[in-house]
C-alpha cells in the first residue's frame, strides 16, 4: 500500500511535519510504502475561473498541481498535514485543494480517481483550547466525501505553536503512530 502525505506548514521540521512524520513511520512499521511531499517547496498558483461544461474544464498553466496530484491519485491513503492559521488550514494546502478541481485524466474527474482510497487529516495549532476544531474539519470532511474517499482519521494537536511545541505531546505523537500503524 502507498501512503503519500502533503505537508502544507512552511515549516519543514515544525510541529505538523513532526506529526505527520510519526504517521509515516507508524506505516512504515505497517509494512507500508510512504513519500511526503511538502507543498513549500512547489510553486503552485491559484485556481483560475472556469466555465462552461464541467467536462470542457482544462488547466492551461504549466505549474506542478498536475504532477501533485497524480501523486495523489497513485496513492492508497492521502494525509493532509496543515497548522492552523485564523482558524483555518494553511494557504499552501488550500492552494493545493482548490487544484483540485480542474484534475480530469481521461475524461475521469478527480473522484473518479480516487474513490476508495483513504483520507487522513493532521492539525497542530497554537490555540490550547480550539473549540473551533470541527469547523476546520467540515470542508477536509465534505472534500474526502465529493472524492469518495474513506475518512481515515484525524491527529489534533492543540497548545504547539513553536518549533518542538510537539515533543510535549507525546499522546499527539503515539496516536499519530498508531494511526499510521492501522492504514
Known amino acids: ?18 506529526l505527520v512524520e510519526e504517521i509515516l513511520t507508524g506505516a512504515m512499521e505497517a509494512g507500508h510504502q510512504t513519500e511526503k511531499v511538502y507543498l513549500m517547496d ?3 498558483t491559484p485556481i483560475d475561473a472556469v466555465y462552461g461544461d464541467e467536462m470542457s474544464w482544462t488547466d492551461p498553466r504549466q505549474d506542478v498541481a498536475d504532477e501533485l496530484i497524480n501523486k495523489m ?6 494525509v493532509l498535514g496543515s497548522p ?7 494557504g499552501l494546502l ?14 475521469q474527474r478527480l473522484m473518479e480517481l480516487t474513490a476508495g482510497r483513504r483520507m487522513v487529516v493532521v492539525l497542530a495549532m497554537a490555540d490550547p483550547q480550539p473549540g473551533y476544531v470541527e469547523t476546520v474539519l467540515a470542508p477536509l470532511r ?10 481515515a482519521g484525524q491527529v489534533i494537536a492543540s497548545g504547539v505553536s513553536d518549533p518542538g511545541d510537539i515533543e510535549s505531546h507525546p499522546q499527539a505523537l503515539s496516536e499519530a503512530r498508531e494511526l ?3 492504514l
Open 42 to 44: 512547489y510553486a503552485l
Open 142 to 151: 465534505q472534500a474526502a466525501k465529493w472524492l469518495k474517499m474513506e475518512w
Open 73 to 78: 491519485v497513485q496513492a492508497d491513503v492521502v
Open 1 to 18: 500500500m502507498k501512503v503519500i502525505a502533503f505537508v502544507g506548514s512552511p515549516r519543514k521540521g515544525g510541529n505538523t511535519d513532526r
Open 94 to 107: 488550500k492552494l493545493f485543494i482548490d487544484r483540485w478541481s480542474l484534475y480530469q485524466r481521461d475524461g
Open 180 to 182: 499510521g500503524k492501522s
Open 84 to 90: 492552523v492559521y485564523w482558524f483555518g488550514i494553511s
